[in-house]
Protein backbone atom coordinates (compact mmCIF):
# COMPACT_ATOMS: atom_id res chain seq x y z
CA UNK A 1 0.00 0.00 0.00
CA UNK A 2 1.21 3.44 -0.74
CA UNK A 3 1.75 6.22 1.87
CA UNK A 4 0.30 8.80 -0.49
CA UNK A 5 -2.83 8.21 -2.67
CA UNK A 6 -4.26 10.88 -5.76
CA UNK A 7 -7.94 10.64 -5.84
CA UNK A 8 -8.14 12.25 -9.18
CA UNK A 9 -11.51 13.46 -10.98
CA UNK A 10 -11.98 14.42 -14.54
CA UNK A 11 -7.99 14.45 -15.04
CA UNK A 12 -7.62 16.72 -12.01
CA UNK A 13 -5.89 15.47 -8.42
CA UNK A 14 -9.26 15.82 -6.01
CA UNK A 15 -6.85 15.24 -3.10
CA UNK A 16 -2.91 14.16 -2.64
CA UNK A 17 -2.87 12.15 0.72
CA UNK A 18 -2.29 9.56 3.54
CA UNK A 19 -4.58 7.05 3.33
CA UNK A 20 -5.74 8.26 6.93
CA UNK A 21 -6.31 11.85 5.85
CA UNK A 22 -8.10 10.84 2.61
CA UNK A 23 -10.49 8.35 4.69
CA UNK A 24 -10.95 10.39 7.38
CA UNK A 25 -10.40 13.78 6.29
CA UNK A 26 -11.81 14.34 3.20
CA UNK A 27 -11.36 17.62 1.37
CA UNK A 28 -14.36 17.34 -0.85
CA UNK A 29 -17.80 15.42 -1.23
CA UNK A 30 -16.17 13.56 -4.06
CA UNK A 31 -13.08 12.04 -2.11
CA UNK A 32 -15.73 11.16 0.71
CA UNK A 33 -18.05 9.23 -1.41
CA UNK A 34 -14.93 7.96 -3.47
CA UNK A 35 -13.66 6.01 -0.37
CA UNK A 36 -16.53 4.70 1.39
CA UNK A 37 -20.06 5.42 0.15
CA UNK A 38 -20.35 8.05 2.72
CA UNK A 39 -24.23 9.11 4.25
CA UNK A 40 -24.60 12.79 3.30
CA UNK A 41 -27.42 15.33 5.20
CA UNK A 42 -28.00 18.65 4.14
CA UNK A 43 -27.77 21.21 7.41
CA UNK A 44 -27.03 24.31 8.76
CA UNK A 45 -24.14 25.56 11.02
CA UNK A 46 -26.20 26.65 13.93
CA UNK A 47 -23.21 27.77 15.89
CA UNK A 48 -19.55 27.32 17.48
CA UNK A 49 -17.89 26.02 20.72
CA UNK A 50 -14.23 26.09 21.61
CA UNK A 51 -14.48 22.67 19.92
CA UNK A 52 -17.30 21.69 17.72
CA UNK A 53 -19.48 23.31 15.12
CA UNK A 54 -23.26 22.35 15.75
CA UNK A 55 -25.27 21.64 12.59
CA UNK A 56 -29.05 21.61 12.85
CA UNK A 57 -30.17 19.01 10.16
CA UNK A 58 -32.70 19.92 7.93
CA UNK A 59 -34.17 15.65 7.39
CA UNK A 60 -34.65 15.46 10.99
CA UNK A 61 -34.33 18.22 12.21
CA UNK A 62 -31.92 16.69 14.91
CA UNK A 63 -28.56 18.66 16.19
CA UNK A 64 -25.06 17.11 14.87
CA UNK A 65 -21.77 18.08 16.68
CA UNK A 66 -19.25 18.01 14.38
CA UNK A 67 -15.45 19.07 14.59
CA UNK A 68 -14.85 22.21 14.93
CA UNK A 69 -15.24 24.22 11.31
CA UNK A 70 -14.35 27.27 10.34
CA UNK A 71 -17.72 27.88 8.25
CA UNK A 72 -19.81 30.60 9.11
CA UNK A 73 -22.96 30.30 11.69
CA UNK A 74 -25.75 29.92 9.29
CA UNK A 75 -23.92 28.06 6.31
CA UNK A 76 -25.85 25.64 4.52
CA UNK A 77 -23.46 23.00 4.49
CA UNK A 78 -23.58 18.43 3.33
CA UNK A 79 -22.57 16.69 6.22
CA UNK A 80 -21.09 13.32 5.11
CA UNK A 81 -20.38 10.38 7.80
CA UNK A 82 -18.91 7.26 6.72
CA UNK A 83 -21.00 3.90 7.09
CA UNK A 84 -18.66 2.61 9.67
CA UNK A 85 -18.42 5.68 11.93
CA UNK A 86 -22.34 6.04 12.33
CA UNK A 87 -23.60 4.06 15.86
CA UNK A 88 -27.16 2.89 16.43
CA UNK A 89 -28.21 3.76 20.15
CA UNK A 90 -31.30 4.14 22.45
CA UNK A 91 -33.54 6.68 20.42
CA UNK A 92 -33.26 9.45 22.73
CA UNK A 93 -29.42 9.29 22.58
CA UNK A 94 -29.26 10.05 19.04
CA UNK A 95 -28.77 13.24 16.62
CA UNK A 96 -31.92 11.70 14.90
CA UNK A 97 -34.12 8.51 15.27
CA UNK A 98 -35.19 5.97 12.68
CA UNK A 99 -36.48 2.42 11.98
CA UNK A 100 -34.05 0.14 10.56
CA UNK A 101 -34.94 -1.31 6.98
CA UNK A 102 -32.49 -3.95 6.47
CA UNK A 103 -29.60 -5.50 9.04
CA UNK A 104 -27.42 -7.70 7.07
CA UNK A 105 -24.81 -9.99 8.58
CA UNK A 106 -21.04 -10.02 6.56
CA UNK A 107 -19.14 -12.08 9.09
CA UNK A 108 -17.70 -9.32 11.37
CA UNK A 109 -20.12 -6.62 10.40
CA UNK A 110 -23.57 -5.94 10.34
CA UNK A 111 -24.50 -3.47 7.55
CA UNK A 112 -27.96 -1.60 8.20
CA UNK A 113 -29.98 0.54 6.33
CA UNK A 114 -32.13 2.90 8.67
CA UNK A 115 -34.75 5.27 7.45
CA UNK A 116 -34.75 7.89 9.22
CA UNK A 117 -37.45 9.94 10.68
CA UNK A 118 -38.53 13.26 8.82
CA UNK A 119 -39.16 14.94 5.49
CA UNK A 120 -37.67 13.52 2.69
CA UNK A 121 -36.73 10.50 5.16
CA UNK A 122 -32.78 9.63 3.56
CA UNK A 123 -31.68 5.91 4.26
CA UNK A 124 -28.57 5.60 6.68
CA UNK A 125 -25.91 3.30 6.28
CA UNK A 126 -23.96 1.66 8.92
CA UNK A 127 -21.30 -1.03 9.47
CA UNK A 128 -21.04 -1.92 13.33
CA UNK A 129 -19.63 -4.90 14.96
CA UNK A 130 -21.58 -8.55 14.44
CA UNK A 131 -23.15 -9.17 17.49
CA UNK A 132 -24.49 -5.61 18.22
CA UNK A 133 -26.38 -4.83 15.09
CA UNK A 134 -29.08 -3.88 15.37
CA UNK A 135 -32.01 -5.54 13.59
CA UNK A 136 -34.69 -4.84 10.78
CA UNK A 137 -37.75 -3.32 12.82
CA UNK A 138 -35.94 -1.99 15.16
CA UNK A 139 -36.12 2.00 16.31
CA UNK A 140 -33.02 3.08 16.96
CA UNK A 141 -30.74 6.44 17.37
CA UNK A 142 -28.14 7.32 15.32
CA UNK A 143 -24.78 8.84 16.31
CA UNK A 144 -21.30 9.85 15.30
CA UNK A 145 -18.25 11.30 17.02
CA UNK A 146 -18.11 14.80 16.57
CA UNK A 147 -13.82 13.65 14.52
CA UNK A 148 -15.77 11.53 12.46
CA UNK A 149 -18.26 14.08 11.05
CA UNK A 150 -17.23 16.13 7.85
CA UNK A 151 -18.79 19.59 6.87
CA UNK A 152 -18.60 21.03 3.42
CA UNK A 153 -20.19 23.89 2.30
CA UNK A 154 -23.03 23.06 0.07
CA UNK A 155 -22.04 25.33 -2.74
CA UNK A 156 -18.63 22.45 -3.06
CA UNK A 157 -20.96 19.73 -4.69
CA UNK A 158 -20.33 16.39 -5.41
Given at each position: ????????????????????????R?????????????N????R?????????L?????C?????????Q?????Q????V????L??????????????E????V????????R???K?A???????????G???G????I?A??????????????
Amino acid sequence: MSDRIAVMRNGLIEQFDSPRELFERPKTPFVADFLGAANFLPGRVEQHTDEHTLVRLDNCGGLLKARRHQLPSGAQVKVAVQPGRLRACASDDGFCTGTVETATYVGTLVRAGVRIDGKEAPLLRLEVPAGRGPVAGERVGITADADDVNLFPIEQGG
